[in-house]
């Protein structure tokens, strides 16, 4: 389905979103065991937007608050068991997805999240595990990269095992942290 929202890129939005997106590599790297579980320690990069302790514990808990949000998603991702309530209450209205599993854009605006996450969360035993999570804050816009494998059982019940790369753009709204942008895509071969 295409948005009808027209893509114009001098529009301010829009320009801050492909600035974000282009600032995808930060230097965290940690794993955790299960999709449910964050990790006990998690180092993460933040730009504190001034040099004051006050404004780098803010920073730090904001980070920490954002890294936190993708442990959130992969649960509730894990627990809607077809029904994408749950995980579409973390995106923004106006959120876009580039999905593992899909050839076209999905937007939130025309409904295409949910048809998507009802197909994805009905996938039987989904679970999945994380590989590499960076996390970086910018005032009220931050970003989660990093990689992570999806596996769920066949109609055969063997187990099909799916490591894809992702990126999270957030936004803080009226002090809630939504996805506005998300990307996730299979990892591809190495050269």
């Known amino acids: ?46 730009t504190p937007t001034s040099g004051t302790a006050t404004d780098s514990a ?22 809607a068991h077809g029904d994408p309530t749950s995980v579409l209450k973390l995106y923004a209205p106006d959120a876009i997805l580039v999905a593992t599993y899909s050839p076209v854009l999905l937007h939130n605006a025309d409904g295409d999240l ?39 059982k066949s109609p055969e019940g063997d187990t099909v095992s799916v490591p894809a790369r992702f990126t999270f753009v957030y936004h803080k709204v009226d002090g809630q942290w939504l996805i506005m942008d998300h990307h996730s895509s299979l990892v591809p071969p190495s050269l």
């Open 114 to 152: 949910t048809g998507y996450f009802k197909k994805f969360t009905s996938l039987p035993e989904i679970s999945g595990t994380t590989k590499d999570l960076e996390t970086r804050v910018y005032g009220d816009w931050a970003i989660n990269t990093g990689l992570y494998t999806f596996s769920y």
């Open 58 to 79: 803010s920073q730090s808990a904001d980070t920490a608050t954002v890294a936190g949000l993708y442990y959130n998603w992969l649960a509730t991702v894990a627990a």
């Open 1 to 46: 389905m295409q948005s009808s929202l027209p893509l114009n890129p001098s529009a301010p939005s829009l320009r801050a979103r492909w600035a974000l997106a282009f600032a995808l590599f930060a230097a965290l790297s940690f794993s955790a065991p299960s999709l449910s579980a964050q990790p006990a320690t998690a180092t993460a990069t933040a």
